[in-house]
């Protein structure tokens, strides 16, 4: 299932932590902190790399890079993904 590969993804990436903002409504949500765009992209990838076989992770970072909302917070920007709950151990 393509959403238990996104979040295999997301788990193996040490940027990735829980977040809730705008139009949130109080859920958690997986996101990203992003420093430098590129070696977040970057570290997102090889994590695709590290969690599942290349044709899974393939379309799940194609469905993590499509689809992400990002909130700049006034101390750095996160990308993040609404319509996957963060857990503890996502």
Known sequence: ?????????????????????????????????VGDVTESLRELF?????????HE?????????SDFATDALGRGMVMYWPDIPWEEDV
């Open 57 to 65: 992770s393939y379309r799940a970072l194609e469905q993590l890079v």
């Open 46 to 54: 090889e994590a695709g790399r590290q969690a599942a076989p290349l």
């Open 1 to 33: 299932m393509l959403d238990q590969v996104a979040k295999a993804i997301l788990k193996e990436c040490p940027s990735v932590g829980p977040y809730s903002g705008r139009g949130m409504y109080g859920r958690w949500c997986a996101a990203l902190r």
